[in-house]
């Protein structure tokens, strides 16, 4: 039985979460061939959630611990709690259930415009994303490997700085960090809280090779399991142009990868900043 990768209107389609009932909330998972639900997929739809509650206000942050893995097949449940309203913050914390059991629990919280300082770091010296190749091209050598998934086509286009996981495998002298432009392949509406949502989605995944190029792996090579996530949205991400992930991973220990990235508009504006936590090791720990 082949299967149908998720495309960008899947993926978008899936975040806008359905409402039913003040603080209740149900979505339909993204499936695939081991019906897992993906960690990314999920924590975008807990924040999406939890925004529907703060009308007028934005997220700056959200904060999120995986439990369960849960069946990709079936919907899950997300009830959201109003923790709090202030003049500028609110608060929202989301968990999200399946069967009764909770596969994630998570820390929103939302801002309202306010002036300020403006500062942030400078975007690392990368060649521009035009000169670099597409991802299926650099691993085209590869494409025989596990039913062409290095080739496969993705919701978003990915072009490397730095080697990623499969082609650093067989470097004598892998890269410390990750560095990827990437881009929706499709247009996607002008809607700065999906846009937020996407990046969760797209971080949970990509922030993962970082750890897994110390280690000399690959997402389909080991086992392994989203542990935290949290991202910190400090601008408006522009999702029309080209987006710079800076990935690095500072320690690994005790079957532990952590990995941080800092994400960069076309502009070299900061637009957001992401820790994140993986287990790799047996299934079911």
């Known amino acids: 039985m082949s299967y149908r990768w998720p495309t960008l209107a899947d993926i978008v389609e899936t975040l806008q979460v359905d409402q039913v009932g003040d603080d209740d ?53 997300f009830h959201v709690v109003r923790s709090r309203d202030g003049g500028t913050l609110s608060t929202r914390q989301v968990t999200a259930r399946q069967d009764d059991e909770v596969l994630l629990e998570a820390l929103a919280s939302f801002s309202a415009p306010v ?7 400078p975007m690392v010296d990368v060649p521009d994303p035009e000169s670099l190749i597409p991802v299926h091209e650099q691993l085209a050598a590869y494409a025989g490997e596990h039913g062409g998934h ?10 490397y700085v730095d080697a990623p996981p499969r082609l650093a495998m067989d470097l004598s002298d892998p890269p410390d960090r990750v560095r990827m432009w990437w881009r929706p392949t499709e ?40 542990i935290d996530h949290a991202l910190w949205f400090h601008r408006p991400v522009d999702l029309s142009d080209w987006v710079l992930s800076d990935h690095f ?12 990235a800092t994400t960069y508009n076309r502009s070299g ?6 820790t994140q936590e993986s287990y790799f090791g047996r299934s079911g720990s």
């Open 150 to 159: 290095w080739v496969r086509p993705q919701p978003f286009e990915r072009r």
């Open 25 to 77: 909330f149900v979505a339909t998972q993204l499936d695939n061939p081991a019906h897992h639900i993906v960690g990314g997929h999920l924590a975008g739809q807990a924040l999406m959630a939890a925004s529907r509650t703060v009308p007028g206000r934005t997220p700056h942050s959200v904060h999120v611990y995986y439990l369960r893995a849960g069946d990709a097949r079936r919907p899950v449940d």
């Open 249 to 260: 991973s500072p320690s690994a220990i005790d079957g532990r990868g952590l990995s941080t």
């Open 187 to 226: 247009p996607v509406p002008d809607d700065e809280v999906l846009h937020s949502c996407l990046l969760t989605y797209l971080s949970g995944t990509s922030m993962l090779e970082a750890a897994m190029v110390v280690r000399r792996t690959t997402p389909v090579t080991t086992f392994n399991a989203l």
């Open 269 to 274: 504006s900061v637009v957001c900043v992401a």
């Open 115 to 121: 002036g300020g300082l403006d500062h942030h770091a």
